[in-house]
């Protein structure tokens, strides 16, 4: 009961760290430039986090479906840390 607990909570913390990340990134929000550039690969950073919330689902991809899940919350922290200690 406490690992599903801790899971869910996980999945709800990393799910909305990789949702904003990936809209801030794509979004025109950083760009330095007038014009707006939409730069839509970066959602796919959130299509590899779903993937692998929904693999979660299942008791045999279940591990595999966390290892997917934690994938692009450490790209965005680890990018997050060096811009931040820069």
Partial sequence: ???KVI??????ISG????LFSLW???PGIAETGTPTYRWYFMLWFVVWV????LQFT????VIG???TLSP?????VTYLRVAFM
């Fill in 1 to 3: 009961m406490g690992r």
């Fill in 7 to 12: 899971r869910h909570i996980w999945n709800v």
């Fill in 16 to 19: 909305i760290y990789v949702l």
């Fill in 25 to 27: 990134l794509s979004g």
């Fill in 51 to 54: 993937s692998g919330f929904l």
């Fill in 59 to 62: 008791e045999r991809f279940r």
């Fill in 66 to 68: 966390v290892v997917i």
């Fill in 73 to 77: 919350f450490i790209y965005y922290l």
